[in-house]
């Protein structure tokens, strides 16, 4: 294909690491058109009751298969550039994103310790998905003694690390499967270990080293912070360290061996590991400070940039060029979202009203505050600004009235709260969000996008591209290899998004206003220890699923 001013056009392919599945998306440089895309669904999907051998885990657990990722690779990649119908030799670069914080235990060379026939039996030689919560007493320890110690990095992730997140998942393998740990040389985030898979060259990106691996200010927490924590942790910096690297950098080029999976030319760019919500800034063009992306699927992550550092209680953390360049980028998230509407549908709602079509049709209908309820959108934990994993979900005010609709449209507007206290918590600390851009596949349902701008007074932009991470590491392709000269040219040039599609209406917006205080009221109640019945309740239930599950077969032990 040639551009009218006859120059040859040239493309770049964009890779979404989902939780299920994996996208490749094959976009122009010029424009940002999508001009082909492809999934391939993970063989192994989440790996949350037995390992593929049999093996039975335990509670909160979520692991998955390396070898589903190299199979996006191999199938979605060639697959997405035929659809396109463009020449593989006119692409120039890929770049790719994942969810987080999603790792795996590897050896040197980057061989995942699941693929030794040895160890597949071992449950803590597979990834750990990000949504695996089983950690969570570990992170515990964690918080509880950086506050003791007053470590300065605490503050810049709202005084919790995260269940989810490296530290706290490295520990628990250590303390768990000793071996395993000891025999693991890197311990390194899914996003840098395909690019690694995909170049040759081992990397670490800066958004997951910051948000993820707590690195602040060029430094990781001390030696002596972790060896406090257990004598033998003092070694897992060394297995997380790496080549560090800016967003839109090149980490290498494309191998022989990743050539042949995909199909692209051996020695196109390879642009540096990505986070699937951080990366999504660039295709919404929010590269800028107080314009906040909320990435809507099975969970929500919120990011913001901001032109200062500041410490803003219960995030996930503040990152110098952890979502571009030349600002400080903050995250929140929420761990539930599309999955609670989604349990409700499959779980709780009687035949006739059992999708989210009629469910959200005859909620739509109903005035704000209607069904008399508040619910706690906690039924996977509360990543922001409570940070446990052990929270569960709640409903009040149910009586023999409510019907299916009542409570569909009362867990629409808990997603809705808890995004309101985060934006809260970000203004309160001086961090500016004046506009919100909402991305991800709950963006076709007008009721709940309409809540949201009700519910936060603030009007919402969609994003133009159905596929925001994988446009946005397309993005991020382009930069590193040269088309542009940086994310902000490339994300004017390539990204879209539709203005103000959503605006608040003012006598909703004081009606949800009412409704707010009180889910606020519930949680710092049930989140901040006013009644720690929820995380007693988790352990009366652990113990019983555990208790269970040792009439049956050993459950798992702790290799010495």
Sequence with gaps: MERVDGAAESYVVGVDFGTLSGRALVVRVSDGAELGTAVHEYGDGVISETLPGGRPLPPDWAL???????DVLRYAVPAAVSAAGVDPASVVGIG??????????????????????????????????????????HADRINALAH???????????GKISAEWQYAKGLQILEEDPEIYHRAERFIEAADWIVWQLSGTETRNVCTAGYKGILQDGQYPSESFLTALNPDFG?????????????????????????????????????????????????????????????????????????????????????DGGISPGAWGYEAGQSGVGDIFGWFVAHGAPAGFDSHERLTELAAS???????????????????????????????????????QDIYRALLESTAYGTRMIIDAFVEAGVPVNDLVIAGGLTNNKLLMQIYADVTKRPLNIIASAQGPALGSAIHAAVAAGAY????????????????????????????DALYAEYRALHDHFGRGGNDVMLRLRAIRNAAVEAVAATHEAPLEVVA
């Design 366 to 404: 109903q005035p704000v505050g209607a069904h008399g309820l508040v619910a706690l959108d906690w039924w996977n934990g509360n990543r922001s600004l409570l940070v446990n994993h052990d929270l569960s979900g709640m409903i009040v005010g149910m009586t023999l009235a409510t019907r299916p």
């Design 64 to 70: 998955q298969n390396p070898d589903d990722y190299r």
């Design 148 to 158: 003791e110690r007053a470590e300065p990095w605490i503050g810049r992730y709202g």
């Design 485 to 512: 000269p940086s994310i902000h040219e490339a994300s004017q040039a390539m990204g879209r998004v539709h203005e103000a599609v959503y605006t608040p209406d003012p006598d909703r917006a004081r009606a949800y």
């Design 235 to 319: 070694d897992f910096v060394a297995k997380l360290d790496g080549p560090l690297l800016p967003l839109g950098a090149r980490a290498g080029t494309l191998t022989a061996r990743a050539s042949a999976w995909t199909g692209l030319p051996e020695g196109i760019a390879v642009a540096v590991g990505n986070v699937d919500a951080h990366v999504t800034a660039a295709s919404a063009q929010a590269v800028e400070p107080g314009r906040l992306v909320a990435i809507m699927g099975t969970s929500t992550c919120h990011v913001v940039n901001g032109a200062e550092v500041a410490e803003v209680a219960g995030m996930c953390g503040v990152v």
């Design 96 to 137: 790719i994103d994942f969810t987080a914080c999603t790792v795996l235990p590897t050896d040197a060379h980057g061989t995942p310790l699941c693929e030794d026939p040895d160890l597949r039996d071992r449950p803590h030689s597979w990834v750990k998905l990000w949504k695996h919560h089983a950690a969570q007493p």
